[in-house]
């Protein structure tokens, strides 16, 4: 057996990010198992239940849990609850089957540069604190889960993930009809800052976090280039050969969207990928036009 290919467990196979992982995985010989709550899957588990297939470990070598209820919807009590349990109660439930086993596998979770907080402005690398805010609490303890492992010894890594960039899903998929239409325009200030990458790219930085050992802890996965929204605004409308004159003050944001349109539509958080910047990690998309024009021709 080549020591090279593993075996990785996917919770969250079937959203944006996890199936392009998945199939980037297979293409490099590795091999699969999708976790879902689906009966049709490889391995299925029910996280309010608190139950996974017995076996699901069974000779893994990496487990990297993307799953959680979407964030980009209007918050009430229960949409919180939903964000906060599928996430921390999906992790606790695969630290808890890993830690039984005898060689425990790698963990790597998805987390969020929420962790930073929701007005952090620009500067902010892998080294800077905690910040303030829902999406910060629930990234905080999203990582927190892990903690078990890292007492244990066993490699675990936090992928602080920046607004992904596709045609297939995501921020931009909501964007694109009122953009396509013209009616798109600044948000707030539009001075805020964005941190973004590109799906290839995005999948690349967890293959890397898969494949190398030397990396755990905390991983920003973000292009090296944030922009302010407003940058954001005119390069999509440029990319569309469109108008964006139509300006969303941050109390339309508010009055629309709620608190989720405040930390999330209106964040000013611009993320350094220090960790990769280190290692001399060579992004495939580092200007929003090429990004943009990539996938307004739906490669990806
Ligand atoms: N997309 C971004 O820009 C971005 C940015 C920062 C962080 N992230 C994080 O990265 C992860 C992957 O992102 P993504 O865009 O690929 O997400 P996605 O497309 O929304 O997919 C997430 C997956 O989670 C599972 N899921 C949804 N609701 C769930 C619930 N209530 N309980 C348990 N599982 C549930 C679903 O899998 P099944 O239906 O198969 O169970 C779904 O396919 C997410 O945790 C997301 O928060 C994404």
Redesign the pocket.
Known sequence: MNKHKKTVLVS???????HALCIALEAKGHSVRRL???AS?DVQWD?DAGTIDAGAMAGVDVVVH??????AQRWTDGTKD?ILK??IG?AQLLVGALLKEPTPPDYIT?S?INYYGHQCGVGVTEGSPLGDGFLAHVCEQWEGAAQPLKDAGIRSVSAR????LSSQ???LTKMLPAFKLGLGGVIGSGSQHMSWVSLPDAVRILLLAIEDTSIQGPLNVVSPEPLTNRVFTKSLGAALKRPTLFPMPELAVKALFGKMGIEVLCADVGVLPQVLLNRGFEWEFTDIKTCFDACLAKQF
């Open positions: 969250g196979a079937t959203g944006m990010l996890g879902s709550r689906s899957a996280v993307l799953a959680g209820e979407p964030v939903r599928s996430r999906g998805a969020g993930i920046g607004m992904i899903g995501g921020a």
